[in-house]
């Protein structure tokens, strides 16, 4: 059974410690690795797709690697605003999306 | 990037009416969208896929008759609660997949449902 797991459920850090966020998956073929930032209240905002092995894509602070098993989203020197839930999906084929159950981040000033 | 336009944002509405909510992609055209339905602190959970003229597909557990889906044109896609309750309150979702080199799949902003 595709299945996607997200670790840790809840992260705090300071101003400026980097950390990354952890995206572990089980499926027999992967046709992309789909990170979002979600806001309170609002829709999943797209940050990276990716596809495979060794693939790495970077957006500011941000930075998504993936492997065989596993994707990390890495978080450079975070600010407050990066506070956010941040949601790990893939792709297994048909186009349906199935989500982690994501990592609260928040970062303190 | 791609816009996906959800509306409205948030409804409030008596328990038995109904309400419908709209998922618009802006700038591409979307023969398939999704729903999600996503309940406090929890992840998003697959409704329906609606695809553009033909019958959406429901997930297992999501009754059909209660939650209509219309894929009118391949912009356009529409929700509709029937018969709402209070425990069909809740954050609704709808997402369209925008093809190409790299298929991207983009949100709308959410419905927040709230069944009084």
């Known amino acids: 059974e595709d299945q996607v797991t997200q670790s840790p459920e809840a992260l705090r850090l300071q101003e400026g410690e980097s950390s990354s966020l952890n995206c572990s998956y089980t499926v027999s073929g992967l046709r992309g690795l789909f990170w979002y930032r979600q806001d309170p209240g609002k829709g999943p905002e797209f940050l990276f797709t990716?596809?495979?092995a060794g693939e790495e894509k970077e957006k500011e602070r941000l930075k998504a690697t993936l492997t065989k098993k596993e994707s990390f989203l890495h978080i450079t020197a975070p600010k407050p605003e990066d506070s956010a839930t941040y949601l790990c999906a893939m792709n297994s084929g048909y186009s349906t999306l199935t989500f982690g159950k994501g990592t609260m981040l928040l970062v303190s000033p | 990037g791609a816009v996906v336009s959800q509306h409205p944002s948030w409804v409030i509405c008596k328990s038995g009416t109904s309400v419908k909510i709209e998922c618009r992609s802006l700038?591409?055209?979307?023969?398939?969208m999704f729903w999600y339905r996503q309940f406090p602190k929890q992840s998003l959970m697959l409704m329906a896929t609606s695809n553009e003229g033909s019958k959406a597909t429901y997930e297992q557990g999501v009754e059909k008759d209660k939650f209509l889906i219309n894929h009118a044109s391949l912009t356009l896609s529409t929700l509709t609660v029937t018969s709402a309750h209070p425990e069909d309150s809740s954050f609704y979702i709808c997402?369209?997949?925008?093809?190409?080199?790299?298929?991207?799949?983009?949100f709308g902003q959410g419905t927040r449902l709230t069944v009084v």
């Open positions: 997402s369209a997949y925008r093809a190409g080199l790299n298929t991207e799949a983009f």
């Open positions: 990716l596809y495979s």
């Open positions: 700038d591409f055209q979307a023969t398939t």
